[in-house]
């Protein structure tokens, strides 16, 4: 075959080229046409392809997403906001701290362990490229229904690939979130989250500066899996006439991954690089163009001396290959031999494939031929831009009038109680550790809260106890009732969560995780769940710092429910304070925090007991989410709390049972006058939480709350070895342990 | 002059840095050691921490136990130098045969993360000596090879000669035969466990317990008592 130059391209105008099968548009195609002035060569092809597809370049989220700038909140702490590898956030004492959530999702389906692992992989070089040492990762996983033969192939493999990857990197699997709804069985969403900390001077970017600088590739050799990973899988919807996409999946090398962190750091150390683009969807297309594009001047590559682990690989291929545990770094040419030296000493391959430019092209040369020579900001930051039709679904009044008020209650303390262990016993209520425990979340030595805990918690500094705290949450059934509402409610779970571990919520990732942007449904609940997300981080003060979008998570014209998944970042001064959820100590009081109104749409109870979806979901009162943080995270400050639990799906009762199994203790709570017993246990009223107040701190306590506004209800004492509902019935804390924890391993063994 | 414990960092060691911290909670200055390096630049005690050296492809530790480092741990240990495996360091030097035995994959195929409680049934050697015998701890277990395995007059000679030094309690949480979690050489002076007591030296980390500590500071008593 012969090598398709910039030459051949010219001189053969009319050459059929295959950018349907790359999964081009037609008009897409064309624009490639008239930037070039001529056809683009297979090479460029290749790379417009897998830059412009949905998955890269964001072309029909773009316009929603400019909302998250537009709307920004004032805020100090943010260092770098959207648009780098991952948003970067001051958190005090020098240091700075880099998070980031992303989906691995149409992967993760079709083959689960290698899906899910190089999703670890992928965010974790995300942060490391920021110049940070990955400390903690936490994963919110979405299956198809528990008790559906294929969640059986599904679960294990992304847990275990979850598992072996990570816990081979060294780094602390701090939480997370597992839910099952039949909605996502053909396209479950694997989002995996990262946390990086560094010192301000040493934030890294994107970018390739300064002519006679080296391109220096390092990590694994390039191989032929992953080719089109972003283009073919992500950016399409999943199809049985489509011949297996599983060479698309990449296949990940996680101790090869932990020398590539090890000697980053070191290379960091040392501020032996310029820029640094870690190699991720859509391979060293993306590394060379972003760099170039971010940066001033042009690129020159030698493509050939890539190294490859199949010799075959032709150039268009080695320009698209998504294989794992790859970097590119930009070296000033005095560091080169230094740098080469820490890469030697950790096992890593590493080799100069070009320089910077002062030209304005990005170049690429096959053994001395040339067969790339584009503007790299067409490549990699002016790709095509969607105003996609949206519009509100004609069955989304006819979802929200089927009011979940209206279902049977249960009638009698019997009856309340059976609900109650079928609630917690369900899948999506029910203990999660048979999946956590299969993760390290011991190592690095500072890990402070982790799955179960509202939120997972890490120290940063051993010395002055400074930590941070990440939640991540999401709840589709919300967002399918009303996705404004929705994604505002799966951000203030995680504001809260975070609140309520003792930590200040500071900033904000997102994994937008929606079906087809083609469908005009789809599209409406994408523009409102990104609309009620912006509204609602303007109003608490918390930007988005960066994040994912995940579209074409359907199969065939049927959607998963819109899932919005967000991602807090807080930061504690002193971990000594923190709050877990457990209820420790016998004798302590039990109070209520907020106002509990009748609100059952979507939620954990409706769908248990009654398999129903619709009404409205609980109403969103975002100051009232600030109110209720401040004297969270106050209280524990000044020791006046021992323990915390934010209320949300499954309401109080669920809040109770986990905090109680936790900490090993029974509770006797006695129903306010205001509620009847089923709406105090079952409603999921937002901005609400449980704490556990010392006796000697009750009047500092409720003096606090009176003083600033929140209601607080004091609903019980801890106390026993089971949990007592007054006047209504009584559960054995063993009962209630064997309904919430033997669900999972029943399932799956 | 404060006692100088040794790290080793293989490729893919990832308990290292937790390690030097809790020498150093314990009172003893802790010294990284480098895999490719034979100088264990005069320390008094060595510590192989946990981890996926060579990412345990071939088979847990079996690539490590040839790497420079290990000439001359396996040189000094056998002339009395006090070595502490962990989990992975375990696994190594069951490969270099300082320990007998070796370990499977966990009978039930997966990874476990959990706080794993134990009996020291040696309080003798020099990592447990501030330990009573019999006396219950509970540590972080975190593997997926763990389950120790030997033949039968091993594992009978290991029980006659006390050198089962911690057993699982409350569950085998592995398959491990006779629920053994960790064991000693003849000498004492090399102990290997699955546990990890890194993780567990200060109240507010990881399991919050701080059961332990005791590993370093019996060795730092060891060492300062000399």
């Known amino acids: 075959m012969t090598l398709d130059t910039v030459k051949h391209a010219t001189e053969t105008p009319e050459s059929a080229q295959p950018w349907a099968e790359l999964g081009l548009k037609e008009d897409e195609y064309a624009r490639i046409r008239e930037i070039l002035g001529r056809r683009p060569t297979g090479a460029e092809l290749a790379m417009y392809s897998v830059m412009w597809s949905e998955h890269c370049s964001y072309k029909s989220s773009k316009v929603h997403l400019k909302q998250f700038g537009e709307k920004a909140p004032e805020n100090d702490a943010l260092l770098v906001g959207i648009g780098e590898n991952a948003g970067v956030v001051d958190v005090g004492q020098g240091y700075a701290v880099t998070f980031k959530v992303e989906s691995h999702n149409h992967p993760s389906y079709i083959e689960p362990y290698q899906g899910a692992a190089t999703g670890v992989g992928g965010i974790v070089r995300d942060i490391l490229a920021m110049g940070a040492r990955p400390v903690a990762v936490v994963d919110p996983l979405r299956f198809g229904a528990a008790d559906h033969p294929d969640t059986k192939r599904v679960l294990p493999g992304v847990v275990a690939g979850i598992g072996g990857y990570g816990n081979c990197l060294g780094l602390p699997n701090i939480g997370g979130e597992v839910v099952f709804d039949a909605c996502y069985q053909g396209n479950p969403l694997v989002n995996a989250g990262c946390i990086g900390v560094m010192k301000h001077e040493d934030i890294h970017l994107a970018k390739a500066s300064g002519a006679g600088n080296k391109v220096i590739l390092y990590g694994a050799r390039t191989g032929g899996d992953g080719i089109g990973g972003v283009s073919v899988l992500a950016s399409e919807t999943f199809d049985d006439s489509k011949p297996t996409k599983r060479p698309a999946v990449q296949v990940g090398d996680p101790f090869q991954e932990k020398l590539l962190i090890e000697c980053t750091l070191e290379i960091f150390q040392e501020k032996l690089v310029a820029g640094i683009q870690d190699l991720g969807g859509a391979g060293l297309s993306c590394a060379t163009s972003e760099l170039a594009s971010a940066g001033s001047g042009g690129m020159r590559v030698e493509l050939d001396s890539v190294p490859l682990r199949d010799a075959t690989l032709s150039p268009e291929e080695i320009l698209m290959s998504e294989s794992q545990e790859r970097m590119c770094a930009i070296v000033e040419p005095q560091h080169v031999e230094r740098f080469m030296e820490i890469c030697e000493k950790w096992d890593v391959i590493a080799t100069v494939i070009g320089e910077v430019t002062d030209g304005e092209r990005l170049e690429i040369f096959w053994h001395g031929e040339q067969i790339v020579d584009v503007p790299p900001r067409t490549v990699a930051h002016e790709g095509p831009v969607y105003q996609r039709p949206y519009a509100r679904p004609d069955w989304q009044d006819a979802l929200q009038a089927d009011d979940a008020g209206k279902l049977p209650r249960p009638t009698g303390g019997e009856e309340l109680k059976q609900q109650v262990l079928q609630l917690v016993g369900h899948p999506n209520q029910a203990s999660k550790a048979w999946i956590t425990d299969q993760y390290d979340r011991f190592v690095q030595g500072n890990t402070v809260l982790a799955q179960p805990e509202d939120a997972g918690m890490v120290r940063i500094d051993a010395d002055t106890n400074l930590g941070v705290a990440l939640a991540t949450d999401g709840n589709g059934r919300y967002a399918k009732l009303d996705p404004y509402a929705g994604a505002q409610l799966a951000l203030a779970e995680a504001y809260r969560n975070v609140a309520a571990s003792g930590a200040k919520p500071l900033a904000v990732s997102d994994c937008l995780n929606f079906g087809s942007p083609e469908d005009p449904a789809v599209m409406w609940q994408f523009a409102e769940a990104t609309r009620g997300l912006a509204d609602a981080c303007q109003t608490l003060g918390t930007p988005v710092t960066g994040g994912n979008v995940s579209l074409y998570n359907q199969t065939g014209e049927t959607a998963i429910h819109p899932t919005p998944v967000v991602a807090v970042l807080g930061v504690i001064d002193d971990v000594t304070r923190r709050t877990p959820i457990g209820f420790a100590e016998e004798g302590q009081l039990i109070y209520l925090l907020g106002d509990t109104r009748e609100e059952f749409g979507g939620s954990a109870w409706s769908q248990v007991v009654h398999e129903h979806l619709g009404g409205l979901p609980p109403q969103v009162d975002l100051e009232r989410e600030r109110l209720l943080a401040e004297i969270l995270i106050s209280a524990s400050r000044d020791g006046m709390i021992d323990a915390a639990h934010d209320l949300s799906d499954g309401g109080l009762i669920q809040a109770l049972v986990e905090s109680c199994l936790r900490g090993g203790t029974g509770a006797r709570l006695v129903v306010p006058d205001a509620l009847d017993a089923f709406t105090f246990l079952f409603s999921e009223s937002a901005g609400r939480a449980v704490v556990a107040v010392p006796r000697s701190e009750e009047v500092r306590f409720t003096d606090m709350c009176t003083v600033r506004g929140l209601p607080a209800t004091r609903i019980g004492v801890v106390d026993g070895e089971e949990i007592d509902i007054q006047g209504e019935f009584s559960i054995p804390l063993s009962e209630l342990r064997t309904a919430h924890e033997g669900t999972i391993p029943g399932l799956i063994a | ?226």
């Open chain 2, 1 to 226: 002059m404060t006692s100088r414990i040794g790290v080793i960092t293989f490729p893919g060691t990832l308990d290292d840095r937790d390690t030097q911290r809790a020498v150093g909670l314990a009172g003893a200055e802790a010294v990284p050691l480098w895999h490719r390096d034979k100088d264990l630049k005069q320390v008094d005690a060595v510590v192989l921490p946990g981890g996926f050296s060579y990412g345990d492809y071939l088979r847990a530790g079996a690539i490590s136990r040839f790497s420079p480092v290990m000439e001359t741990v396996i040189e000094q240990a056998k002339a009395g130098l006090p070595v502490l495996g962990i989990c992975n360091g375990f696994q190594v030097l069951t490969e270099t045969h300082l320990l007998p035995g070796a370990m499977l994959r966990n009978n039930h195929l997966h990874f476990i993360c959990r706080d794993q409680k134990l009996r020291v049934e040696n309080a003798s050697t020099a990592w447990t000596a501030d330990y009573e015998a019999g006396q219950e701890i509970s540590i972080p277990l975190k593997n997926i090879d763990g389950r120790y395995t030997a033949d039968e007059r091993t594992l009978d000679e290991l029980e006659a000669e006390g050198r089962v030094v911690f057993r699982y309690l409350d569950g085998n949480p592995n398959g491990s035969l006779r629920d053994i979690a960790g064991i000693t050489n003849a000498a004492g002076n090399v102990v290997g466990l699955m546990p990890h007591p890194e993780h567990a030296v200060e109240p507010l980390i990881g399991t919050g317990r701080t059961d332990g500590l005791g590993f370093f500071t019996s060795i730092l008593k060891k060492l300062v008592g000399a």
